[in-house]
């Protein structure tokens, strides 16, 4: 946010801050958080290269709307589940690291 359009809103009343401050997250959870977004989006960058989401989840004993809830990043969704879709897809431990890292490709 620039720094004119913050002054503006905080002389309104308004309270300007981050996701994080606003949900007093840890910052463990902050990072738990942009990892499992992480993977989510790699996950669908993947999958899309090389099957549908009815073939992931049947590759991985699971549903095609659990596979949408993963690559959108629902709460519900487990970091295993995330993994276990990725290393169905082809996915690498360590191109898996460098997704939670958020190295780009």
Known sequence: MKKVKREQL???????????????????????????????RRLRERRMKRMTQAQLAEKIQSSQSRIAKAENGHGSVSLEL?????????ASPKE??????????
Not at 96 to 105: F, L, N, R, T, V
């Open 96 to 105: 898996i690291g460098k997704a939670i890292a958020g190295d780009q490709k």
């Open 82 to 90: 995330l993994v276990r879709a990725m290393l169905a897809t082809g």
């Open 10 to 40: 905080e002389a309104r009343g308004w309270k300007v801050g981050t996701v994080a401050e606003f949900l007093e997250l840890t910052p463990e959870e902050s990072a738990l958080i942009e990892i499992k977004l992480a993977l989510s």
